[in-house]
Antibody
């Protein structure tokens, strides 16, 4: 059974770069996309972007200028970097596996990591 | 971006009730819609994908329907563990988007 374990710094100052990593345990790394999603405290879910094992990415245009998602297939890990953070980036960040179908179209997000609360405060 | 609007935003119901949550898309998304359940402090849990396909391990009291722009999640015979927040998600086009959520509470 696939499990995702994520980690990274939980407290940042404004203008710093958020860095999170998600490790995939117990399943294949190729053949899927791997995604990041965030949720500000008490609010809804926002898709950040995704990557596949060969490094092909899709990003949310609202964050694209600040986001980089990368992959390390040798470790079955993928990472999120979000630059120039502000208080508006305070959220729980989740990683998730994206099962794809025909023409690599996303079909479902499952499973998810446990979530990491990242707080941006001076 | 495709906007998803869930209704209602808040729902109060009793154990044993049947409830329906609606998700409307701002443009047609075929059947590229999923439903999640989220409990406080936990990651979202996939219930339904492709509009009506039940995810493995999810109780059969959960069902989904719809196509195009209007979708529903139905829970028959509510159980105590079903009181949570529910989100719809569209996967038809990028950026992938979510509804604002429906909070289901015990009456």
């Amino acid at each position: 059974q696939v499990q995702l374990q994520q980690w990274g710094a939980g407290l940042l100052k404004p203008s710093e770069t958020l860095s999170l990593t998600c490790a995939v345990h117990g399943g294949s790394f190729s053949g899927y996309y791997w995604s990041w999603i965030r949720q500000p405290p008490g609010k809804g879910l926002e898709w950040i972007g995704q990557i596949n094992h060969s490094g092909s990415t899709n990003y949310n245009p609202s964050l694209k200028s600040r986001v980089t998602i990368s992959v390390d297939t040798s470790k079955s890990q993928f990472s999120l970097n979000l630059s120039s953070v502000t208080a508006a980036d305070t959220a729980v960040y989740y990683c998730a596996r994206v099962v794809v179908g025909i023409e690599a179209r996303p079909r479902r997000f499952d499973p998810w990591g446990q979530g990491t609360l990242v707080t941006v405060s001076s | 971006d495709i906007q998803l609007t869930q209704s209602p935003s808040f729902l109060s119901a009793s154990v044993g009730d049947r409830v329906t949550i609606t998700c409307r898309a701002s443009q047609g998304i075929s059947s590229y819609l999923a439903w999640f359940q989220q409990k406080p402090g936990k990651a979202p849990n996939l219930l339904i994908y492709a509009a009506f396909t039940l995810q493995s391990g999810v109780p059969s009291r959960f069902s989904g329907s719809g196509f195009g722009t209007e979708f529903t999640l139905t829970i028959t015979s509510l159980q105590p563990e079903d009181f949570a927040t529910y989100y719809c998600q569209q996967l038809n086009s990028y950026p992938i988007t979510f509804g604002q959520g429906t909070r289901l509470e015990i009456k």
